[in-house]
């Protein structure tokens, strides 16, 4: 099938029309552009599960919480178009900012607890922002799945809580990271990095790789998070934002480790912001240790 590439709303549905009166399954990946592989692999997933995949490209503005993040965020979307046609994509939804927002909104998706802790203490309003474009998406294309990178992992539990909360009639999927060979995730930011930035980037996943350590060797987490702090302390040009062994749906630090847990981090280089975060499991509790629920601070 081809691509077709849509600009306003109108065009959007007139495109849509059809498939939503079809029996095919229309998935659904919200980018901001400056596609890479990460990307590539929501693309492909949303494809191989669905009968219809549609992809929305928009810098949305209000998710910003620097001018300068998003004046430099990179635009390129005949690349971007290339690689969603490769990927399998049939329709590209590219707004401009006057499509998505002809006025100044007066309503906002604002999702609470989620937001407390890591990039939502960090960034402002940037949630707010993320929540309110996600919604205002999720409306115009009206997805039966809709596909979120699991490197912004407070995203999609952000997402995860709204379409809960209330009531969406989407499926939200999380597809893990793309990395690397040497382990940096793959981010739009990541060629904003010198290369000396980009040599040591690197440290960051090494970083929650040693944490991830710690906790399957039965470390709580002051422990793990105390190891993940050394590997970045030996790192001198990268300042840390956050680093926290969160529980995954709350996105709230735990005091106890006693089932699955997050553990994600935010550090600058320079300039430049990179996150990341990786799963990790303690091992087993004998009955004599007890196996109480964990405590959430
Ligand atoms: O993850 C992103 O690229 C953005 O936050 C999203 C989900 C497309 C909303 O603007």
Known sequence: MNLSVVHTVWELRQALKTIWRSELLLGFVPTMGALHEGHAALIRQANRECGFTAVSIFVNPIQFDRAEDYELYARTLPEDLELCRSCGAQLVFAPATEEMYPAASLTHVQVSGVTDYLCGQHRGPHFRGVATVVAKLLHLIQPARAYFGEKDAQ???????????????????????????????????????????????????????????????????????????????????????????????????????????????????????????????????????????????
């Open 155 to 297: 995203q999609v539990a952000v997402v995860r809580r709204m379409v809960a909360d209330l009531n969406f009639p989407v499926e939200i999927i999380g597809v893990p990271t793309v990395r690397e060979a040497d382990g940096l995730a793959l981010s739009s930011r990541n060629r904003r990095l010198s290369p000396s930035e980009r040599r040591d980037a690197p440290a960051l996943y090494q970083a929650l790789l040693a944490a991830r350590a710690a906790i399957e060797h039965g470390s709580g987490p002051a422990e793990a998070r105390r190891d993940a702090l050394a590997v970045l302390a030996s790192t001198p040009s990268i300042r840390v934002e956050y680093l926290e062994v969160v529980d995954d749906e709350s996105q709230t630090p735990v005091s106890r480790i006693d089932g699955p847990v997050r553990i994600s981090a935010a550090v600058w280089l320079g300039s430049t912001r990179l996150i990341d975060n990786t799963t990790a499991t303690p091992p087993r509790l004998s009955r004599s240790e007890g196996g109480a629920p964990g405590q959430r601070l």
